[in-house]
């Protein structure tokens, strides 16, 4: 036995523990809770993250957008496994979803393609993409891209009078609070209505209208100050832009107690929080915990005692991991005082170059770009998005693959020039510091941490495939548990998603093999549930984030160029019409749901008979057919127990559940083109049935079959169909001359470009008859989550007449 231990014994046999001794138990059990109670969380939840590269910055309607998911663990940023399918919308100005697709996942990427019609305005335009799961959380963590659209076919419709802005200000002390008579550094924020940053000279006021401090900002309308609050006194900040307009706004409010805290890069090695705290309670035995955590990852977990109010936590950079880490002092209580962010750029992003075999081409000539990918220079095999574009000067905006994922991703609202805090200047380190204090949050609030309270979630994992949710309710909006649905898509292929409904009467179907623009039909058995209404849930956001979309406006200078590129538009369109419209073929899964049927009937290779009793009775064995007064019934041969079964079997027609008998009867059989019949117990989900009797007619439509009224009929987009990037090949003498036109603007895009074990690839395109300067994009992951993105350029030559 230590003697430490044989201590402990002895103070508990004579009575107790010293004073101090009992505070180190206290205080190293609150860090113990505080890591449990934060560890517990992280294992509940489940948090992703979405990236779209988009194979260009600016459109015209009558293009199409391409674009490739990457999907990542939110964690670790390896590819996700877990979400099988992206959700991608175009959402304008008024935060109404203009453009909607759903496209599929596999090992973390997907790709596709939206055609942007003529119907939309010119305009800014905001895309975001997100995940079933990702619906549980703040839409800010969803993907956002600004992009702009322009529409050739309509007059554009600028502002015809200057209107005077208003601008936003937002002041955000470090830590969180301005405490009297604590010295704080107050980062600020000012911008125009777009949300962009604007230069102003600032002044901080008090009541007396006395000028306490002057202020500006360092990049992007953001920057810092430092105010001493006093008691008794309300500050105010005049805000005054280069055209003289000057605007008022109030500082937050100061409180009489609380902690402040300050975090300074001390040397190249460390970073030190200094913590200040006035405090009324005198009870409490004054203290901080520091928590750090990063993406969900526990960093460091500390306690210091405050002397004269004053603690300091000392931190080595290199226990810190890439990219934003949060910061959080809890007071004695355990009682969150103060937090703020961090950022340590990273240190190690996948390296890839795009090297081009000439940095000048003629028009149809072949280009070989040479792929390389290395991370920590070794070669690393890498999924790789490529696109090659154009350059004009339409509008378009910032930000790649590495800037999302370390930086805005984790951040709040929209962030200007995101590239900008990425540079290796002493000007940046001042300026990303300021960021964090500007957009700093979290995924969660302490609140539901600390109390350990059970995370419950609405919108599960899409681990198999898109997943339609829906409701079944009485007509006065009473739900009840259990009631079974059906939800079915007529078709060839036979498929049927049985769901019973839960005790707020929530369904939901796994949908399989889902792709395409379909026809779906939501039904209960009319017999048993027939006092049960359907509706079926749209499965996209209907919450938007803080981003705002950029003002719209165009250069009465770019003009031609918006003439020429429409025109090219236009060419390629009708010359190419049929090769812009191929999609990829989309291996699908032809078997039916029962898989191989027991007993299968062509019915062209039979004696056609004009009434469907006569067939079943004539040449199909395994399935009776009897009368009542009441109507039909069947009777199903089991060919395990070789007896019949006494309940009636599922009876489908196209795929699509009939409960009555009757219907099946009455139906012509000269539609029908395939019966099949199932005589063994099927199970499927949470229900069981008595053997299947399916009839397929022969487009796989219902042909005229009418339907239960009470079914719920809609017209439903499964997952995306690919469209086929359409690039021309230049191969030899005849295709080179061929005089159809060649008008391509966006000249090479390819989603899934993969480099070998020694990290590299060669990828060949073709050049078009459009001269100018084209830019080479390219980004990327590893299998382990390295990051990497890089452009190039190349030019293509004037036609010599």
Known sequence: ??????????????????????????????????????????????????????????????????????????TIHKPSEVSKVAYVEFIDGTNSSVLQTKVEIKNGTGSGSLYLPATLNSGNYMVRAYTNVMKNFSTEFFFHKSISIVNTFKSLENESKAIAPVYDAQFFPEGGNLVNGLRSKIAFRVTDPSG??????????????????????????????????????????????????????????TLNSGYTMHVSDSSADNIRLTINAISNETSVIPGAYLFVHSRNMMIRAAFQTLRQGFAEFVINKKDLPDGISHITIFDASMKPACERLYFKQPENNLIITAKPNQAQYDSRRSVKIDLNTTYKQTPAKSNLSFSVFKVDSLPSSSGNMVNYFWLTSDLKGTIEAPEFYFASTSDTKEAVDNLMLTHGWRRFTWDDILSRK??????????????????????????????????????????????????????????????????????????????????????????????????????????????????????????????LAKLKSNPKDSSAFYNAADETYLLDAYTRFPVMEEVLREYVPGVLVRKRKDGFYFILLDNLTKGVFRDSPLLLIDGVPVFDEDEIMNYSPLNVKKLEVVTRRWFLGPVSFSGIVSLTTYNGDLNGFQLNPNSVILNYEGLQLQREFYSPKYENKRQH???????????????????????????????????????IVVEGITKDGAIGTTSSSFIVKELNN
């Open 1 to 74: 036995m230590t003697r430490f231990f044989r201590l402990i014994i002895i103070l508990f046999s004579v009575g107790g523990i010293p004073g101090s001794l009992h505070t180190a138990f206290a205080q190293q059990s609150n860090l113990d809770n505080l890591t449990k109670s934060f560890d517990l969380y992280r294992t509940q939840i489940l948090q992703e993250k979405i990236y779209l590269h988009i194979d260009r910055p600016s459109y015209l309607t009558g293009e199409t957008l391409w674009f490739k998911v990457y999907l990542t663990d939110a």
């Open 454 to 579: 059970k995370s419950s979630f609405e919108f599960i994992p899409e681990y198999r495939g898109h997943i339609i949710q829906g409701k079944v309710a009485k007509q006065d909006g009473t739900t009840e548990s259990g009631i079974m649905t059906y939800l079915s898509s007529p078709g060839k292929i036979i498929n049927l998603y049985p769901s019973r409904s839960n005790k707020d009467g929530a369904v939901q179907f796994e949908m399989r093999n889902f792709y395409g623009r379909t026809k779906i039909i939501a039904q209960t058995n009319p017999k048993k549930d027939s006092a049960y209404s359907f509706t079926i849930k749209s499965p996209f956001s209907d919450q938007f984030s803080s981003q705002r979309i950029p003002f719209f406006k165009l250069s009465p200078e770019i003009k031609n160029q918006l003439v020429n590129r429409s025109v090219a538009m236009q060419v390629q369109d009708i010359y190419f019409a049929n090769e």
């Open 737 to 775: 001359d061929s005089r159809m036109p060649d008008q391509r603007y966006l000249l090479f895009w390819n989603p899934q470009v993969i480099t070998d074990a020694d990290g590299h690839t060669q990828v060949e395109f073709y050049t078009a008859d459009i001269p100018g300067e084209y830019k």
């Open 196 to 253: 962009n940053g604007i230069d102003f000279k600032g002044s901080v006021l008090d009541q007396q209208n006395d000028t306490i401090v002057s202020f500006s900002p360092k990049h992007f309308g953001i920057g810092y100050f430092f105010l001493t609050p006093h008691p008794d006194e309300q500050y105010h900040a005049i805000i005054r832009d280069r055209a003289g307009k000057i605007q008022k706004f109030n500082l937050p409010n």
